[in-house]
């Protein structure tokens, strides 16, 4: 596992209704590729970004941004910011 570099708050974009208390799980599909089943859950400092994860969201509902507290160890997806921030744009 990679070092913190962020302390929060942080923040989940979707367009589920949840409720203060609700625990996000792994295990649904992806917003964004619904034939994928996710083994983890996204979240981000920015809350720009959480902002266009809700906009870009499947489903009908308005898109929300949660402030969310990890419940457990996490590590930076390099991978994600890669395909995110290109040089050039």
Do not use: C, Q, W
Not at 29 to 41: A, C, D, Q
Request: charged share 25%; net charge negative; glycine share 12%.
């Amino acid at each position: 596992m990679s070092e913190v570099l962020d302390e929060g708050p942080f923040f989940h974009g979707t367009k589920a209704d949840l409720r203060e208390g609700d625990l996000l799980t792994a295990g649904f599909r992806s917003n964004y590729r619904p034939e994928v089943v996710m083994n983890h859950i996204y979240f981000t400092a920015l809350v720009d970004g959480a902002g266009l994860a809700a906009e870009l969201a499947a489903g009908e509902g308005a898109p929300r941004v949660y402030v969310v507290e990890p419940t457990g160890a996490f590590e930076n997806d390099p991978k994600a910011v890669k395909a995110i921030i290109r040089p050039g744009d």
